[in-house]
């Protein structure tokens, strides 16, 4: 009896035997796989903040207007000249080209202390989604590399009592250095926004002019690409 019951037994480990081989195996396989794949393609957000440089002529002479008769500057300058940027995307990577969807969005506060009155405090703002796509050019191994690219983009521009909206550019260069998943990425870019607002009959045109040369860095995680 003892030995009926064990041939039973015995038989199921042999066919087990097999069959978690072939369970442990398939998941390595398939990891395998994924992994392989997604050295050559990646879909992942992207965030990134910077700074930039600018001379909106016509809001710094609105600025210049408002300050009260008698005001003597003794420090720093009341023009608006340097911005403060925040952005976000969706970025699908291939090994040399990469395209995103991307939001930006850039403060331009101004403070200003009055002795003996009110102090005065401006900000000109932008908000511009794009799109934009760069060319990767692989430097030794592959794992880091030189980037390349620009995009169009739509800029919505705040100033006091004046908005203006219109579609400008930007060129950009810049460095990828991958570290495991963690993808940085310093650059340099230049935006090109201007638009117009006529709404005011005193000021006839005020020129909302954003255009700037900016440096930043962009933040990611995703698998690692081989840019060879």
């Known amino acids: ?34 992994e392989s794949s997604t050295r050559s393609t990646a879909v992942y957000p992207v965030f ?6 600018f001379s909106p002529g016509d809001v710094n ?47 331009a506060p101004k403070f200003i202390m009055i002795t003996n009155g009110d102090d005065l405090s401006f900000n000109f ?13 692989p430097v030794g191994s592959g794992k880091h590399a030189f980037f390349l690219g620009g995009g169009v983009n739509y800029s919505i521009m705040n100033f006091e ?32 926004a201007s638009a117009t607002d006529d709404s005011d009959e005193d000021l006839e045109n005020f020129d909302m002019d954003y255009t700037n040369g900016q440096i930043g860095v962009n933040l990611s995680f995703h698998p690692a690409i081989n840019y060879k």
């Open 1 to 34: 009896m003892k030995n009926v019951l064990l041939k039973p037994v015995s038989f199921q480990l042999r066919l087990l035997k097999p069959l978690l081989v072939f369970v442990l195996l398939i998941p390595g396989i398939f990891l395998k796989s994924q």
């Open 48 to 53: 990134g903040l910077g700074f930039g440089f």
């Open 61 to 107: 002479k609105y600025i210049e207007a408002s300050l009260p008769s008698g005001y003597v500057n003794e420090m720093g300058s009341e023009d608006i000249f340097m911005f403060l940027d925040l952005h976000a995307g969706l970025t699908f990577r291939m090994k040399r080209f990469d395209i995103t969807a991307m939001a930006e969005y850039d403060i």
């Open 125 to 137: 703002s932008r908000f511009a989604p794009g799109i934009l796509a760069n060319l990767y050019v």
């Open 161 to 192: 009592k004046f908005s203006a909206s219109a579609p400008g550019f930007r060129f950009q260069l810049g460095f990828s250095l991958q570290f495991g998943k963690f993808n940085l990425q310093p650059f340099g870019a230049f935006n090109y």
